[in-house]
């Protein structure tokens, strides 16, 4: 009976010594990892963001530029189906996301802005001036021309043009006699307050062939103005001649 006991020591003993394995290990009571938490170890994700659905309405852009605008902020688990024929946009994922993406298209989908675009053409040259003094409307620009260069020193008003634009459209303008501006609005920035044209094109007119007016393009360009800032560009040299066609731009934002 004694021995009994004895054996039953023994074993107990040894049990009690025995290590064990780290996998059956009971957690602490003082540490508990939740999901999400920060100091949950690497590989353990916590809840996936929920999924929402919104349908946006496009009133006045292109369903498509919209689809190119909101792309980016998508998420992993975010989709956009697009419905051109009813003007909409449906847009699955964060509710956070989501707002990001309506905040977007508040900024960007605004009624087309207005635009008073003023054209004029100066022809300067070189050598005696033979011109009477500069109208008033064109002396800031020969300050400007003379402090560019020194070469030209007699300049006389061709043209005088100006029209009412619209973002997104095209317009035209007769400036003088002979030559006629071509442009389109392509964008409007109210935060940077820049005009975007594109294209811009001038135009000479050219001996009538049969009774039909015919323009040659002298210049082919996109412009990119800031609201009401004069721009001055070279629109042509004359060849073997000591002339050139300068034209000044000036676009201004008008209030809606």
């Not at 964060?94 to 087309?112: H, K, M, N, Q, S």
């Not at 100006?162 to 030559?179: A, F, H, K, P």
């Not at 560009?233 to 000591?242: I, L, Q, T």
């Amino acid at each position: 009976m004694n021995r009994c006991r004895l054996l039953y020591a023994a074993c107990a003993l040894v049990a009690a010594l025995l290590p064990i394995p780290a996998g059956d290990a009971a957690p602490s009571s003082g540490s508990r990892t939740l999901p999400g938490d920060p100091s949950a170890p690497d590989g353990a994700a916590g809840p996936a963001a929920p999924i929402s659905a919104r349908v946006f309405t496009i009133r006045y852009r292109s369903v498509d530029d919209v689809y190119l605008l909101i792309s980016p902020y998508l998420g992993p688990g975010g989709s956009i189906r697009t419905q051109p024929h009813q003007k909409t946009i449906t847009v699955a994922d964060t509710p956070e996301t989501l707002g990001a993406i309506a905040r977007a298209i508040a900024a960007y989908d605004v009624p087309p802005r207005s635009v008073a675009v003023s054209v004029q053409l100066i022809l300067a040259s070189a050598g005696p001036a033979q011109a009477p003094p500069a109208p008033p409307p064109i002396r800031g620009v020969i300050e400007k021309l003379s402090a560019l260069s020194t070469r030209w020193n007699d300049y006389r008003m061709v043209g005088d043009a100006r029209v009412l634009g619209t973002e997104g459209e095209r317009s035209s303008l007769r400036v003088g006699d002979d030559y006629r501006v071509d442009f389109r609005i392509e964008q409007v920035s109210e935060e940077a307050r820049t005009i975007r044209f594109k294209p811009f094109e001038l135009s000479h007119r050219e001996l009538p062939v049969e009774g039909n007016e015919r323009y040659s393009s002298v210049m082919n360009t996109v412009l990119n103005l800031r609201d009401s800032q004069l721009f001055i560009v070279g629109a042509s040299k004359m060849e073997h001649s000591n002339r050139a066609l300068f034209m000044t731009i000036t676009a201004a934002l008008q209030q809606p």
